[in-house]
């Protein structure tokens, strides 16, 4: 069975204070990676897609990075604009068009 | 912005009565999807759509019903609704720019029954 684990479940921040975010996967055959970020009371807002272990993506203060097992998100420098929750999904190979979502992380960037 | 619409946003109903939500696409995508979000559990697919009168089932599609009749219609109906069906409730396209394997979400539907 197709499972993806975030963690930490929640991570408090400095603004400024770099750090990272975890998501380990164990899927049959991996078609593709996805990071999303989710404001409360909003839908998920698409960030990277990731396809094979050592791509790696980048948009303004974030970075996402693959291996075999798992994926990170780098967040350098952050602001109080980088709270939200996080999220990571896998999509199996074979046609599959389910997304298998990890439980989120928290993340509070304090001024 | 994917131009996805739900409606209705909110909505309060009793254990027992019929529900239907719909999600509205402008883009004219082919693939379209309701997911369900509850606390402790990640983002789960209900059914999805990869067509006009073409659907397909999820990981928790009991008690769940889709239909497609229009490209940028997708409707989700609950036949009797159940109190385990409090949720938020979103509905995604899969996207067609690059990559076409993203998909992009609305703004969700918070359904309440009592």
């Known amino acids: 069975e197709d499972q993806v684990t975030q963690s930490p479940e929640a991570l408090r921040l400095q603004e400024g204070e770099s750090s990272s975010l975890n998501c380990s996967y164990t899927?049959?055959?991996?078609?593709?990676l996805f990071w999303y970020r989710q404001d409360p009371g909003k839908g998920p807002e698409f960030l990277f897609t990731?396809?094979?272990a050592g791509e790696e993506k980048e948009k303004e203060r974030l970075k996402a990075t693959l291996t075999k097992k798992e994926s990170f998100l780098h967040i350098t420098a952050p602001k109080p604009e980088d709270s939200a929750t996080y999220l990571c999904?896998?999509?199996?190979?074979?046609?599959?068009?389910?997304?298998?979502f990890g439980k989120g992380t928290k993340l509070t960037v304090n001024p | 912005d994917a131009g996805i619409t739900q409606s209705p946003r909110h909505k309060v109903t009793e254990t027992g009565t019929p529900v239907t939500l719909r999600c509205h696409q402008t883009?004219?995508?082919?693939?379209m999807y309701w997911y369900r979000q509850d606390p402790g559990h990640g983002l789960r697919l209900i059914h999805y759509?990869?067509?006009?009168?073409?659907?397909d089932k999820g990981e928790v599609s009991d008690g769940y019903s889709v239909s497609r009749s229009k490209t940028e219609d997708f409707l989700l109906t609950l036949e009797s609704a159940t109190s385990s069906q409090t949720s938020v409730y979103f509905c995604?396209?899969?996207?067609?720019?690059?990559?076409?394997?993203?998909?992009?979400f609305g703004p969700g539907t918070r359904l309440t029954v009592l």
């Open positions: 995604a396209i899969r996207g067609a720019r690059g990559n076409n394997n993203e998909q992009f």
């Open positions: 899927v049959s055959g991996l078609r593709g």
């Open positions: 990731l396809y094979s």
């Open positions: 999904a896998v999509q199996a190979r074979g046609g599959s068009e389910k997304l298998v």
């Open positions: 883009e004219n995508h082919r693939y």
């Open positions: 759509s990869y067509g006009v009168k073409d659907t």
